[in-house]
């Protein structure tokens, strides 16, 4: 399936992905997002920034990814690996419930790393809800090493951070 960049025009199809995607992990006991956390200013920034990306399957969202260099003041805190380099940072990936189980989360990390080295990022970055165990095996998976945990306001649960050496920036 064909991962591509998102545009505006997409902006009220973005938001009932992720608000159907938030009331799937409410109804699983995950409150990792919520209805401030991804909400219409986060959503049209990515859009509008070029930085969203997203699979269809007919006219319906199936997944998506941000891909930027935005990290956390929080992340400075962490012993990253990469301290020369240039990191990507993944933020809200995620795979509509319909369609979870198929790979696609894989394919959006696998997009995720391939435009990583074809823009000469040195590694990635991201972090995951803790309670989101599916995430975390799926990152842990594929090679992604663990480098520490933090806490976001007005979330209970820390948050486990990430990291995935491309090129060696040393």
Not at 126 to 147: I, P, T, W
């Amino acid at each position: 399936m064909e991962i591509l960049s998102i545009g505006m025009e997409e902006f009220k199809t973005v938001r009932e992905f992720y608000s159907d995607i938030t009331a799937d992990l409410r109804q699983k006991g995950n409150y990792q997002w919520d209805r401030y956390y991804p909400n219409r200013f986060i959503i049209k920034n990515d859009l509008k920034q070029g930085n969203l990306y997203g699979m269809h399957e007919g006219k319906q969202l199936t997944g998506a990814i941000v891909l930027d260099t935005n990290q956390s003041k929080k992340y400075k805190a962490l012993k990253w690996e990469d301290v020369k380099g240039t990191p990507l940072v993944i933020h809200r990936l995620a795979v509509h419930p319909e369609h979870q189980g198929k790979g696609y989360g894989k394919n959006l990390l696998k997009f995720a790393e391939d435009y990583a080295q074809r823009n000469g990022y040195t590694s990635i970055r991201f972090d995951v809800y803790s309670e989101n165990h599916a995430a975390l095996k799926m990152y842990e998976r594929a090679g992604y090493q663990a480098r520490g945990m933090i806490q976001f306001p007005l979330r209970s649960v820390p948050y486990h951070c990430y990291e995935k050496i491309l090129v060696d920036p040393n």
